[in-house]
């Protein structure tokens, strides 16, 4: 079964703080996506990363996909509390036929004014 | 909104009932996907689906539970007989093609008393 081990589980943080999140697995994933979800909502899409060593920005937060293509990260400059919510990082493993996409349990961070 | 629809968005049964949730795609999408998510867990694949089509059930408990995409209308999750345990958050995601991104609707919310 693959797995996607998200870090920290809680985070919670002051406004203007940097943080970083991190989604590893023993797997290799063709694709990585991270979204965003906020409580009683869906899972909203940030970004998808697919190249080994791939660094992409969204104005605050930088997402980074692992040489190995085994594990990423997203880090969030000058946290504000807009921020606030659930971080999901979700794969497509090369080992499994299809398009499923396997979750990571998630990091709740909260950013206090 | 082009949005992917779920309904409803809350849905009460009681045990022994049967459970019907709707997702109607984005538009111009022909490949939807369901996930469950249970309480303090994080989202788990249930079932892959392109019009017609069944393409990958590996994540559908092998009883009581079965979904559809008819060639008209919505895509179905059918839950026969309910039971507590299946109380969760029931997601829906639709992608225009099979290694497209996945884009969530904004769930449906099964309570079983």
């Known amino acids: 079964t693959q797995l996607l081990e998200q870090s920290p589980q809680f985070l919670s943080i002051q406004e203007g703080e940097n943080l970083t999140v991190y989604c590893n697995s023993s797997?290799?994933?063709?694709?990585l996506q991270w979204y965003r979800q906020e409580p009683g909502e869906g899972p909203v899409l940030l970004v998808t990363?697919?190249?080994?060593?791939e660094v992409k920005k969204l104005k605050r937060l930088t997402f980074q996909f692992g040489d190995a293509r085994k594990d990423s990260s997203l880090h969030i400059t000058a946290a504000q509390p807009g921020d606030t919510g659930l971080y999901l990082c979700a794969g497509e493993s090369e080992e499994t036929s299809g398009s499923r996409l396997t979750f990571g349990e998630g990091t709740q961070l909260t950013v206090n004014p | 909104n082009a949005g992917v629809m779920q309904n409803p968005r809350h849905l009460v049964r009681r045990r022994g009932q049967e459970a019907r949730l709707r997702c109607s795609p984005m538009k111009g999408h022909s490949h939807v996907y369901w996930y469950r998510q249970l309480p303090e867990e994080g989202l788990k694949f249930m079932v892959y689906l392109q019009k017609e089509n069944i393409i990958d059930e590996s994540g559908m408990p092998k009883e009581r539970f079965s979904a559809e995409f008819p060639k008209e209308g919505p895509s179905i999750l059918r839950i026969q007989q309910v039971v507590r345990g299946d109380s969760a958050a029931y997601f829906c995601a639709s992608s225009l093609n099979r290694d497209g991104e996945q884009y969530f609707g904004p769930g449906t919310r099964l309570t079983v008393t």
């Open positions: 797997s290799v994933f063709s694709s």
């Open positions: 990363v697919v190249t080994g060593g």
